[in-house]
């Protein structure tokens, strides 16, 4: 499997087999295959078996990372749901309204017996979090580094960090997430930027949330634009009909990677030197890490992470 990051996570409901099987043909990146809000609770033993068959008959062949959203630790569901599905090996699981790094490490333990049950080499299955479903959890994000260097076991499971306004929006009571000219209302641009920062200072992949209007391709391209202008490297997406835009709008053009290549030559030809010239501008080593990143999405986009 390659190491990079996806640009597109697409939902895709656990029990229907029918947006199962479209979902593969969509050109998502990542596929989030849901045990949560898009089941109802009484399908939810119907939709594990789904989800596990798909895990079995794809997970070798597809083309898109398979990971799967269980329920959060709070629902009382998600040891059922990850011991459902683990068999199935998906890359790593999604967890929802996460409330602390506390949680984080509950699941990671969790997971080291339904792994070791399978069979499974322990630490083997990877861990997104979305941290800003509740308010606790959002307040509990800048605690993150301190905990992850304690629980290293749990820490190395994490791979990416991304924030939503559904269900805190829910929490908070909030009815307006916007104000008049579009930019987020102060909380939830709050937990964005808290999301972004975090998932840079643990070295993880910030992913921006959904874009919830479906039928708004110019809102879509012009949010998406914004996260990687940013700094965020992916976007979760509802729709299959999101995936192109979102893959485009986090896919370095052609102008960016030629910049990045010309940096990194200009190093490559100064060994040793912490400080270059470029069109009679003044580089230094953050444009070289730049340019490296830039690359390294570049290459994201020639050849999307497998399953």
Known sequence: MSAAAPRSWLFVPGDSERKLAKALECGADALILDLEDSVAPERLPFARERVLEFLHAQAATARAQLWVRVNALSSGRLFEDATAVIAGRPRGLVLPKVDSYADIERIALTLEAIEAGNG????????????????????????YTQAAAVHRASARRLRGLTWGMEDLSASLGARVRHDASGALRPTFELARTLCLLTAAALGLQPIDGVYADVRDAQGLQREAEQARADGFSGKLAI????????NAAFTPSAEELEWARRVVAAFEATPGVGVSVLDGRMIDRPHWRLAQRILEAGAAGQSPPQG
């Open 120 to 143: 499974i080499a322990v630490g083997t299955t990877a861990l997104v979090v979305i941290g800003t479903e509740t308010p606790a959890g959002l307040l509990a994000l800048p605690g």
């Open 239 to 246: 729709h299959p009909g999101q995936i192109e835009q979102i």
